[in-house]
């Protein structure tokens, strides 16, 4: 399955929304990665287990199941997650990256990489919406969460 949404970060339309720039943005996606427990929901532990100048690898215990996965940086710009194939999980990557079609205008953008119903014939299809709606709505979260770094508050 392939997936992607686009959550606008400001908008000048709505004054209760207090604007992010890039750096902002940026700050909160390293977050993410540094910190990710905030992010992800269930999460025990975070260990890093190499780092090189624009990539980590990480195992991330969730309890019953443990995940590695391997981050790539492209300094202000994106990050991507890949989910390293293991015995437990098939693997899969999310890209999130900053947009700003004009200059104040920015956006996140989340694409998603699975290898869920890929046949045509799966019984995993049924699931799909509910992945998709499941997806969006952590990042909704994330997103909220990078406003909460970006005031000086602490993630919850």
């Not at 989340?110 to 119903?117: N, P, W």
């Not at 049924?126 to 969460?145: F, G, P």
Request: glycine share 6%; with cysteine.
């Amino acid at each position: 399955m392939n997936f992607e949404h686009l959550i606008q970060i400001n908008d000048a339309e709505n004054p209760l929304v207090p604007p992010l720039n890039r750096l902002q943005l940026w700050q909160g996606l390293l977050y993410r990665v540094e910190d990710p427990a905030p992010f992800l929901p269930g999460l025990e532990s975070c260990t890093i287990l190499e780092r090189q100048a624009n990539e980590l690898l990480r195992e991330l215990d969730f309890g019953p199941a443990t995940i590695r996965d391997r981050v790539t940086l492209v300094e202000a710009e994106s990050v991507r997650f890949d989910i390293l194939p293991s015995a437990t999980h098939a693997g899969g990557s999310l890209t999130i990256s900053i947009e700003e079609p004009e200059p104040g205008y920015l956006f996140l953008r989340f694409a998603y990489q699975t290898t869920l119903a890929s046949a045509p014939e799966s019984e995993e299809r049924a699931y799909i919406e509910y992945v998709k709606s499941a997806y969006h709505q952590s990042d909704v979260d994330c997103v909220r969460i990078i406003r909460t770094l970006a005031a000086g508050g602490e993630p919850q």
